[in-house]
Structure formats: structure tokens, C-alpha cells
């Protein structure tokens, strides 16, 4: 019987590439308007190769986009462009269709609910706090409490001693499969694969089930409780 329903933030949850890209894409914009002397192509090009060698969740990248093209950290330059991610990430920063009535409906049936993600604490918190989903669910595991990633079974296996139940009693749903699906199954864990936020195209997920829709973890959920 499922009791609990664990997802992972970033493309399950909120479109984080959305997201990522309208704050950079602001960013750059706004350090260009304050004296940065580069094209808007270059200049992402730069950060996004940085992303790529330091992690999507690094937060210095800025100071070293700088760093590394001008040797030092122009406060003006990247005063303006902090303020303008910020301002555009929490403007994008949206939940996906369906999100937050599906979770209130699953809380009416008494699922609990966990979120298991490789994002650092503080901005996994920031993410949930925005959306003000931060009172919905029972359990967060991020990186900073584990200090693994996904497919590690540390992260799963620290969500289910604090929910107090067994992985059989746990559905996992995620958008990357060699993460999100391979970890929970390896744990006893059955699978969701959210192909909504999926951007690797992948064809087979190797998941219980495969939804183009949050809301298909409701008949999900009856059909394995047989309700």
C-alpha cells in the first residue's frame, strides 16, 4: 500500500530550467546595461560553460565569469546583475500545471508527502518558500543533509527513516530517470517517471509508470491501494 509520495524538486515540481534560463538570460542583460563589454551570446555562453564544469546550483558564478574574462570582480557589473537573476527567477519560478491541487488532493488521502533533492538546503528551501509549498510536505532531504546525490540510496533511505515507513510503502517520481528512478528502485522503491520535465528525451525510463501529467499520481495511487 502507498502511504507516502516522495518527489524530487527541480522539472518534477517547478520548471527549474525555465526558471534558470529567464534569471540568466536577465542577468546578463543587466551587466551588459552596466558596462560589461560583451554580446549577450558570449557572455551566456561563458556562464553556461561554468555552470556545466561547476554544477547548476553554483552560486558564485557570476564573480567567477568575471574573474576569469577580466581578472576581477567589477562590483556595478555584477551588483546589477545579481539584483536582475533574482528578480527574474522569482518571477519565473512556477509551479507546473496541476502541482498544487494534486498535492492537496493526495494530503485529503492521507499520502504523506516528501521531497528528495540534489539541491543545496538553503536554495531548495527558497524554491519551496516562493511557491509557499513549504508547509505541504512532511519530509525535505536535500544535498546539504546527506551530502550525496542522487542515484545514491543515502538520500531515499534518509527520507525513509524520517517518514517512518518501508519503500514499498513509497512511490518515487522524478524527471531523470538515471537519478531519480535508478536510486529508488535500487532502495525497493516503486517509480513515477514525470516525462513533463523531462530534457534528456528519454525514451525508456525504466519506471513503473510514465505521466505527461502531475495529476496522474492520483489514479496512480488508487489503482495501487486499490481504492
Not at 530550467?17 to 551587466?31: G, I, P, T
Not at 546550483?57 to 536582475?84: H, M, T
Request: aromatic share 10%; hydrophobic share 45%.
Amino acid at each position: 500500500m502507498v502511504k507516502a509520495i516522495i518527489f524530487d524538486l527541480d522539472n518534477t515540481l517547478v520548471d527549474f530550467m525555465l526558471m534558470k534560463e529567464r534569471a540568466v538570460d536577465a542577468a546578463v542583460h543587466a551587466m551588459i546595461d552596466s558596462g560589461l563589454p560583451m554580446t549577450m551570446t558570449d557572455a551566456k555562453a561563458k556562464i553556461n560553460a561554468i555552470y556545466k564544469r561547476e554544477g547548476i546550483e553554483y552560486q558564485q558564478v557570476f564573480d567567477e565569469f568575471l574573474e576569469e574574462e577580466f581578472g576581477r570582480v567589477d562590483n556595478k557589473i555584477i551588483s546589477a546583475g545579481i539584483v536582475a537573476y533574482r528578480t527574474a527567477r522569482e518571477a519565473a519560478l512556477k509551479p507546473y500545471p496541476g502541482v498544487f491541487p494534486t498535492l492537496i488532493e493526495l494530503i485529503k488521502l492521507g499520502i504523506k508527502l516528501a521531497v528528495v533533492s540534489d539541491a543545496p538546503s538553503k536554495e531548495a528551501w527558497l524554491r519551496l518558500s516562493y511557491l509557499n509549498f513549504h508547509h505541504l510536505f512532511d519530509v525535505i532531504v536535500t544535498f546539504d543533509d546527506t551530502g550525496e546525490r542522487k542515484p545514491s540510496p543515502v538520500p531515499f533511505n534518509r527520507a525513509l527513516d524520517r517518514l517512518g515507513l518501508k519503500a514499498e510503502e513509497c512511490l518515487m517520481i522524478g524527471d531523470w530517470a538515471e537519478r531519480d528512478v535508478v536510486g529508488a528502485k535500487a532502495v525497493g522503491m516503486k517509480t513515477v517517471f514525470a516525462r513533463y520535465g523531462d530534457t534528456f528525451n528519454t525514451i525508456h525510463p525504466g519506471s513503473d509508470y510514465d505521466i505527461t501529467s502531475i495529476k496522474e499520481l492520483i489514479n496512480i495511487v488508487k489503482k495501487e491501494n486499490k481504492w
